[in-house]
């Protein structure tokens, strides 16, 4: 399928083709090789930093409000 069907396509074929090619992807053991080893190196320190309790965590809601914020001050 190109970009040009892809683009012609409603908005709900679009997004049943996004979530078919991301289960398809998840379930592909070549995926594992494809995530970059710095990706594990980032969650692990930020693991490690929640049970320091030097982070704190926040709900997508509360995540979303502040990232809207911060976006419409610039």
Do not use: F, G, N, Y
């Not at 399928?1 to 996004?18: C, G, N, R, S, V």
């Not at 970059?36 to 969650?43: E, F, G, K, N, S």
């Not at 997508?60 to 419409?72: G, H, S, V």
Request: hydrophobic fraction near 40%; charge should be negative; glycine fraction near 0%.
């Amino acid at each position: 399928m190109t970009q040009l069907e892809i683009a012609k396509l409603p908005i709900e074929e679009k997004l049943q083709l996004m979530e078919s090619l991301w289960d398809a992807l998840c379930h592909d053991p070549l995926m594992e090789t494809a995530i970059p080893a710095w990706h594990a190196d980032v969650l692990a320190d930020r693991q490690a930093r929640l049970d320091a309790r030097e982070e704190s965590i926040s709900d997508w809601e509360e995540a979303k409000k502040r990232i809207r914020e911060q976006t419409e001050s610039r």
